[in-house]
């Protein structure tokens, strides 16, 4: 059913529609609990953001890559390499 609705909506329509109940079973959740939200007394999706963050260490070996650029950055000259990474993601 799922693939149906968005051969026949627009992705946007479906983003604001899943945005609406996430707000509402919040709202609802607060509520339940007696808390409030403390800006506006309940939570909106609009003023909501959301963020990732990745830290990943990555070895990878070299097999058919002997170019200078990937052996200058080898562990001990050999056939493995590491890449750092970290990265943030937020809407």
Request: charged share 20%; with cysteine.
């Amino acid at each position: 059913m799922f693939v149906f609705l968005k051969l026949c909506v627009d992705d946007a329509d479906v983003i604001s529609r899943i945005a609406d109940v996430i707000q509402l079973n919040i709202n609802q959740a607060l509520a339940d609990s007696g808390y409030t939200h403390p800006v506006k007394g309940s939570f909106l999706m609009s003023e909501a953001y959301t963020y990732i963050q990745i830290d990943a260490k990555v070895k990878l070996k070299t097999m058919f890559i002997s170019l200078p650029f990937f052996t200058e950055y080898s562990e001990k000259g050999g056939s493995y390499f590491t890449i750092d990474y970290k990265s943030v993601l937020g809407y």
